[in-house]
C-alpha cells in the first residue's frame, strides 16, 4: 500500500495549540455569538481517535459540552472553550457541540468519516490458455475498504488501464472483457484499489494485487501430417515426421508420437509457426503385423491427433545350403563326381524359386539335386524368394557359386599337335590346360629338357625342333600332351637370286616403256588448210606443216 498524500495525523500534532486560538478568535461582524466545532468534518482512520474542541464567543456561556455515540473524554477547558478525545472510532458518525448563551442554546455539527485500507485486493485466476479471437473476462475482488464513494478498483494490462470503477458491494467485484490476441501472449494482468482522499488533504492510496500472467494460443482445425513408411523388415529402423502448421506459440507445442503402445523419442523443432517432430521406429518381433503410428499434438489444452498405418513383416532369407562339400573351405567346394543337394529356403508365407523351380508351397523350401562334373565348376546357382505385404509384393534374390575339383585335362582343339615354323621368326606356342584347381602346364623337348615358352612370344631357332611332352599337373593329377616342332632352315642365296631378278626385270621393262614413249612422239604431225580458189579446186589439198627441205620421217 503506498500513501500518495500526508497522513492524518499529521495535521493534528499541534491541535490543542490550534484550538486555544480559535477559543480566542473575536465574534462575528454582525455581533452574534457563535458556537464553532473544531476540526470540521473530520476524517479518521478505522479504530484511530481524534481531539475536538468546542468553543463559544459568548462571555456568558455554560455547559459546553459535546454529544456523540463514540467513546468520549473531556481532555481540557479554558474560557469559552472545552475539548474532548475521542477513542475507538470505528464507523461513521455525527458530533455535536452544544452550549448556552445568555439562557439561550446554540450548537454546531460536524460529520465525523472513518477511512479503512482494503483487507484484500485478488484478480481472480484466469484460465492456464486463452484462444487467439476469444473474449477474456478479468475478474477483481476488494474486501473491506471505506469510505466506498472514495474506493475505485482498476483493472490494468501491464500499466495499461483497462476499467476503473468505484467499489461496490462486499466484497466488491469489478470485471471487464478483453479480446485475446497474440500480443496478450505473456501479458502480465493485475488489480488495484485506490482510495483518494485529497479532498480531505490525505492523499491517495492505493495497492495492487499479485499479477498473473495469460498465455494465447492459435491450434489449427486440421490435424496435423504424418510421413511414414508402409512397411518395417523386423530388426530394421526407419524415421517418421510429423508435421503441423499456423500454431501459435509452435516453440510451447507438446508432440507424442507412438507406435503402437510404444512411445517414441521424439526430437521437436520449430520454425515461426511450424512443428516438426522426428522420431525414429524400430519394428520388433512382438510387433510383427498391421500397426498405427500415432501423432498428437498437444497445446492450450487441447489436442490435434493423426495416424497412419504401418505393416511390420518378417523376411529373412533367402538361406541356401549347399550339401556334400568339402569343409572349411571359403565357398562350396566337391570333387567331381560327388552328390550335391542345394536347398533354399525363407520364413514362413515366403514363397522360393530354385534356378527357375518353385517350391511346393510358400514357406517350403526349393531342392535341387546333381551330380557334379567339370562342367558344374563355377556353376551358380539362384535363388529367388517372394513375400506378399499388405497387397505388395517384396522380392529378394541370392546366389551361390559352386566349384567342382576335377583333374587337369589339355584340349587338343587349343593345343596343336604339329607345328611347322621358320628359322628366326616370332611365334607364340596357344597351349592351355584346364582342371580345379588350375594346373601348371610345361612343354620339354624331349632329348634336350628345353622349355619353350607357353603363351608369349619368342623367337623360333633351328634347335627348336623336336617332340616335346606337354604335361599339366595340379593336386588332382596330371595330364600329358605331344606336341611335334618343325623348324625350317631359311636359305640367303635363294633370296639374293630372286631379288637380283626382279631388278634386272624391273630394269628392262623401265628401257621398254621409254623406247614406247618415243615412237609415239615421232609419228605426230601438223597439217595445214590450202585457201586457194575454191572454184576452180573443188577439193581442199592438205600440206605439210614441215619447214622445206625436211625429209620425212
Known amino acids: 500500500m503506498v500513501p500518495l498524500g500526508p497522513l492524518p495525523r499529521a495535521c493534528w500534532t499541534p491541535l490543542i495549540s490550534l484550538l486555544l486560538v480559535c477559543c480566542l478568535l473575536p465574534p462575528g461582524a ?8 473544531v476540526p470540521r ?35 481540557g477547558t479554558g474560557r469559552g472553550w472545552k475539548a474532548f478525545q475521542l477513542s475507538n472510532v470505528t464507523s461513521d458518525s455525527k458530533i455535536f457541540c452544544s452550549a448556552i448563551c445568555n439562557g439561550s442554546q446554540m450548537s454546531d455539527s460536524s460529520d465525523l468519516t472513518v477511512y479503512e485500507f482494503p483487507e484484500r485486493v485478488e484478480l481472480v485466476p484466469m ?9 477474456l473476462t478479468l475478474r477483481c475482488k476488494v474486501a473491506g475498504g ?13 500499466e495499461e488501464v483497462l476499467s476503473q470503477q468505484l467499489a461496490v458491494g462486499e466484497p466488491a467485484e469489478v470485471t471487464t472483457t478483453v479480446l485475446a490476441s497474440r500480443n496478450d501472449h505473456g ?25 498473473r500472467q495469460l498465455r494465447t494460443f492459435v491450434l489449427p482445425v486440421t ?23 499456423g500454431l501459435f506459440p509452435a516453440s510451447e507445442a507438446q508432440v507424442q508420437l507412438a507406435l503402437g503402445d510404444q512411445m517414441l523419442n521424439a526430437t521437436v523443432v520449430s520454425y515461426g509457426d511450424r512443428l516438426k517432430a522426428t522420431a525414429t521406429a524400430t519394428a520388433s518381433a512382438e510387433l510383427e503385423g498391421a500397426q498405427e503410428i500415432v501423432c498428437n499434438v498437444t497445446l492450450g489444452g487441447e489436442s490435434r491427433k493423426t495416424q497412419e498405418n504401418l505393416t511390420i513383416y518378417s523376411f529373412w532369407g533367402p538361406v541356401m545350403n549347399v550339401r556334400g562339400t568339402i569343409r572349411n573351405t571359403s565357398q562350396p567346394t566337391v570333387h567331381q563326381g560327388t552328390t550335391v543337394n542345394v536347398t533354399c529356403a525363407a520364413g ?32 551358380s546357382f539362384f535363388c529367388s524368394a517372394a513375400l506378399e505385404v499388405d497387397g505388395v509384393v517384396l522380392h529378394r534374390n541370392r546366389s551361390v557359386q559352386l566349384h567342382v575339383l576335377y583333374g587337369p585335362k589339355i584340349d587338343p582343339a587349343k593345343c596343336p599337335q604339329h607345328l611347322m615354323w621358320k628359322e628366326r621368326t616370332i611365334q607364340i606356342l596357344q597351349c592351355q590346360a584346364q582342371g580345379n584347381p588350375d594346373p601348371q602346364l610345361q612343354c620339354l623337348h624331349e632329348d634336350s629338357m628345353a622349355q619353350v615358352p607357353i603363351g608369349i612370344p619368342f623367337r623360333v631357332r633351328l634347335n627348336y625342333s623336336g617332340t616335346y611332352y606337354c604335361r599339366a599337373a595340379s593336386s588332382q593329377g596330371e595330364h600329358t600332351f605331344i606336341v611335334v616342332m618343325n623348324v625350317q632352315e631359311r636359305n640367303p642365296l635363294t633370296v639374293t637370286i630372286i631379288m637380283a631378278v626382279l631388278t634386272i626385270l624391273g630394269f ?3 628401257i621398254l616403256a621409254s623406247i614406247y614413249v618415243f615412237g609415239v612422239h615421232k609419228r605426230r604431225d601438223i597439217y595445214h588448210v590450202n585457201q586457194g580458189n575454191h572454184q576452180e579446186n573443188a577439193g581442199f589439198p592438205l600440206t605439210s606443216g614441215r619447214p622445206e627441205g625436211e625429209p620425212p620421217s
Open 187 to 211: 501479458a502480465k494482468f493485475s488489480c488495484r484499489w485506490e482510495l483518494d482522499l485529497r479532498s480531505q488533504g490525505l492523499g491517495l492510496f492505493q495497492n495492487s494485487s499479485v499479477p
Open 41 to 75: 468534518n473530520p476524517v479518521v482512520p478505522a479504530g484511530g481517535s481524534l481531539l475536538v474542541n468546542c468553543s463559544t464567543d459568548c462571555p456568558q456561556h455554560e455547559l459546553i459540552s459535546l454529544e456523540t455515540s463514540l467513546l468520549k473524554e473531556e481532555v
Open 146 to 158: 471505506a469510505p466506498r464513494t472514495n474506493l475505485s478498483v482498476l483493472l490494468l494490462r501491464g
Open 127 to 135: 484460465p492456464p490458455w486463452n484462444p487467439v479471437g476469444k473474449n
Open 223 to 245: 490435424p496435423p501430417r504424418l510421413f511414414v513408411p508402409r512397411f518395417l523388415e523386423v530388426g530394421t529402423s526407419q524415421a517418421v515426421t510429423c508435421i503441423l502448421d
Open 348 to 379: 514362413a508365407r515366403v514363397q522360393v524359386t530354385l534356378d527357375g523351380v518353385p517350391a511346393a508351397a510358400p514357406g517350403q523350401p526349393a531342392l535341387l539335386q546333381l551330380n557334379a562334373t567339370e562342367r558344374d565348376d563355377r556353376r
Open 30 to 37: 454582525q455581533g452574534e455569538f457563535l458556537l464553532r466545532m
Open 508 to 510: 628392262v621393262a623401265a
